[in-house]
């Protein structure tokens, strides 16, 4: 979709933007599962990059304590808590730049994602850039999906990021899309974006070839020593909208109801799953901050009568569509041209 029909439809009475919602919804996912996805950090804090909402990046003083890689085994016995506890998707993120094939921590990646894929999970991982020869490695050692989120516009990225560029995450993007990932790509709202901002976010995602598996809405956690640390929270409506236009713009891919939970109400989340989410970060932590207690989460959906996903290890990711032009660009030249969006792609 273009800026244009994004900002008709958000700018919809509330009603009128739920009930297109629920139409694609239900018309998309008539089963209306929820996909209970765990989240690990294997490698926390000491990042190098300056994201401003990051607890994880070295350039702030945060309250968090650092780790090395984790170990083999000790990922593993977490992945099959994960697995014990109904979750059909395990995410590993790292506090990483990215990485680079042939070094020891990529090899470490490669020995745990080859360990995880047997558990019968969708092996998720978060690793910053990646170059094709990685991305491909990483399929074959059994990654089946790789997060990395675009967090906002275009325009407001460099106001967040300086020490990499939009065109340096659709680059890496584009690496995962040849290598046969699925890719799961999204946002955070509380950044001090406008509307447009979001709806940018949502023009780009949704114009890319093919579309993303899966697109995280997360909204800010403020970390204290972080620039965005005194962010005020967002506003519950502009979440469920935002939800909405991904649902309606993302027709096919999963819209997970990500960071910031633990401030929502359940109505609050009640109303997200009615617009469109149909899947949660599962279990007490996210990578560092808090997530609601799985406990509270399963009794949330037993009385909303919701039922969760069974794994799916045979998804595919999506096909190139060929009458499309392939999004996003190889040559990533996206950052001032993406002004010029045309509907049938972002660049
Ligand atoms: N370093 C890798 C990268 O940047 O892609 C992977 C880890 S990074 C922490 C994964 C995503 O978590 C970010 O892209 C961002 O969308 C989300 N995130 C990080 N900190 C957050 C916060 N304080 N509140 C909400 N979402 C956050
Ligand atoms: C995503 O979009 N959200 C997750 C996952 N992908 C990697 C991460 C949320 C991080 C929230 C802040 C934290 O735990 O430090
Ligand atoms: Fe590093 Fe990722 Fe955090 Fe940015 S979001 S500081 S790249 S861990």
């Known amino acids: ?103 020891p921590k990529f090899e470490q990646v490669l020995d745990i994602v080859r360990d995880v894929s047997t558990l019968g999970m969708e092996v998720c991982v978060t690793l910053g850039e990646l170059g094709p020869a990685e991305a491909e490695q990483l399929r074959m050692a059994g990654v089946t999906a790789y997060n990395h989120n675009l967090d906002t516009s275009p325009e407001h990225y460099p106001n967040i990021v300086t020490s990499h560029t939009y065109e340096d995450r659709l680059r890496t993007i584009r690496n995962v899309q040849d290598a046969g990932i699925s890719v799961c790509c999204g946002g955070i709202l509380g950044l001090s974006e406008t509307i447009t901002d979001r709806l940018r976010l949502l023009e780009v995602i949704s114009n890319f070839n093919p579309q993303p598996e899966s697109v995280p809405i ?84 037993a009385k909303l009568g919701l039922k969760t996903l069974q794994p799916d290890r045979s998804i595919e990711a999506p096909a190139i569509d060929s009458s499309m032009p392939a999004c996003p660009a190889p040559d990533g030249h996206h950052s001032n041209e993406t002004k010029s969006c045309s509907p049938a792609g972002c660049c």
């Open 1 to 103: 979709m273009n800026l244009a029909e994004l900002q008709e439809l958000h700018s919809l009475p509330f009603f009128d933007l739920l009930k297109r919602a629920r139409e694609v919804h239900e018309k998309f996912w008539p089963e209306g599962k929820i996909q209970l996805c765990t989240l690990l950090s294997i490698k926390t804090g000491g990042c190098s990059e300056d994201c401003a909402y990051c607890a994880q990046s070295a350039r702030y003083k945060t309250e968090l304590e650092s780790h090395v890689l984790l170990e083999r085994e000790e990922v593993m016995q977490h992945a099959r808590a994960a697995k014990d506890s109904g979750s059909t998707r395990f995410c590993m993120g790292a506090a990483w730049k990215g990485v680079r094939g042939g070094t």
């Open 218 to 301: 997360n909204s800010l956690m403020p970390m204290p020593g972080t620039p965005l640390a005194e962010n005020p929270q967002v506003d519950p409506f502009d979440l469920v909208r935002m939800i909405a236009c991904a649902r309606i713009s993302v027709p096919g891919a999963k819209v997970r109801l990500s960071a910031g939970r633990t401030r929502l109400s359940d109505e609050v989340q009640a109303l997200c799953f009615y617009a469109g989410a149909n899947s949660i970060f599962y279990g007490e932590k996210l990578l560092t901050a808090d997530n609601p207690e799985a406990e509270k989460d399963l009794a949330l959906l």
